[in-house]
């Protein structure tokens, strides 16, 4: 169980990551004027921290084999989080940093139950049952919490 807390702890603040990212990618597209040309600058920031952070700890890189193998949809990931990361920076000066990450949020927890009823993605099916209807009334909570982050 303590383990489990460091994870859970991990997982929180990593996700109040997120609307500080959020925040400084709109404070750096007003500066430069453009979402995408923002979205470029961070991910070459990232991709410079990544490559540090792989060099001074030592990971070994996949052969190419083992790149080879995984599954087509497994590099989607890349092209999901630049989305994201220019649609952040367009939505935060326009809706506000509240409404933009619980809309996403919201869209990640209704994805989420549909990946894990239907199984895609090769994960463990999780289906929606009469037992797991706490699972629909969360949805329908981020939902309703949405209509009151943006509530006027």
């Known amino acids: 169980m303590k383990n ?4 859970l702890a991990l997982a929180l603040v990593t996700g109040a990551l ?3 990212q959020a925040a400084t990618n709109a404070a750096f597209s007003k500066s430069i004027g453009n979402p ?19 060099l001074l700890s030592r990971i070994s890189f996949p052969r190419a084999q083992q790149l080879a193998a995984v599954p087509w949809y497994g590099y989607f990931g890349g092209i999901i989080v ?6 952040i920076t367009i939505l935060v000066p ?14 990640q927890i209704i994805c989420a139950i549909a990946i894990d009823h239907f199984g895609f993605f090769n994960v463990s099916v999780n289906s929606i049952s009469l037992s797991s209807l706490s699972r629909i009334g969360g949805m329908v909570l981020m939902i309703v919490g949405i209509y009151f982050v943006m509530r006027k």
């Open 4 to 7: 489990d807390f460091v994870y």
């Open 94 to 107: 326009r809706i506000g940093v509240g409404a933009s990450i619980g809309l996403v949020v919201t869209g």
């Open 36 to 54: 995408v040309i923002t979205g470029l600058v961070v991910f070459l920031v990232g991709l410079v921290g990544m490559i540090l952070f792989i």
């Open 18 to 20: 997120i609307p500080i």
């Open 82 to 87: 630049a989305t994201y990361v220019v649609m």
